[in-house]
């Protein structure tokens, strides 16, 4: 999709000449499809640097993580470890986007693979065990992303897909749809996701699902970090009250979900949706209930991925730790 830059700087003038001495800004915000993840932290980000003097406007865009490569974009949302392959070109990317950088991380996506809870399949160990008796969630053609969340929760055992008996779905939903209408034992499902109550539900009769626990050894969290480098193993204790760790505690995935620009995009600018964002907690969970997880204190982890100047700039007034 074209972006028609020319516009966005004439309505720039204009909002100049109109506030005098104020210096107006319209940035662009990919923000994914509507009612996507993406879609629901853009509209919150771009309701906060609204509200501090900068015209952000959203487009619903899919695929959009090269058009912030070349500029196209000012800035959008991802994933931690995608963004990690766009930039060398690696894993779901087959060119490098090396003019990606980072404005800092939103909150963590938890995660982890699921199976019905009478399979048994406490740990990663038991998976290995079932491995070729098991249907898998494969190929996400819609979401390419996914398969090497699962490759690394694989490789956290020593397995591949090749182990199982494999079948294709679309996309994320679409597997965990499959689990709940039986036809995969495996797939990726994120924590108190509604795609993933649901399945659980239909599964009462099984016991429901259940996360399948990763190894959290320091050779089984290389083996992972192979697949996903800005990815975590998180314990999680067993709780009644959440789908997939009723019957026993699990470690499960953690990945960063972070705001990304480009290193052309103005450092003043980024400076200031930083600061946006980092200052204004309440605000954003008004609009979206996740940034209950936000934590500005942790919004630049250690990362291959460089952080804008302007970003480092906002860490390095507010105390912020860069790299920690």
Known sequence: MNINKTNLVAAAVLGFGLAGA???????????AQGSLAYNTGQAVAKVANDAGITARTQPLVGYLPLINAGEVDFGFSNLVEIGYAVSGTGNYTRENPNIQLVGTMFNLRTGLMAPCDLGLETVADLKEQAGDLRIASEYTSS??????????????????DDFQQVPVPNFVAGMNALGDDLVDVALVSLNSG??????????????????????????EKAFKDFLPAGAILPMEQNDNINGLQDHAANIMSIPWVMMTNGDASEDLVYEVTKSVAENKDALVASFGAFNAFDAQAMAPASEVTYHAGALRYYEEAGIPVGE
């Open 195 to 220: 795609a993933g109550q649901q399945a659980s539900v239909k599964l009462k009769n099984r016991g429901g699902l259940c996360y399948v626990s990763l190894d959290n050894s320091p050779e089984g």
């Open 144 to 161: 390419t992303i996914i398969p090497f969340y699962i490759m690394g929760g694989l490789a956290n055992a020593g397995l591949t897909y």
């Open 22 to 32: 104020a210096q107006a800004q319209v940035v662009t915000i990919a923000s994914g």
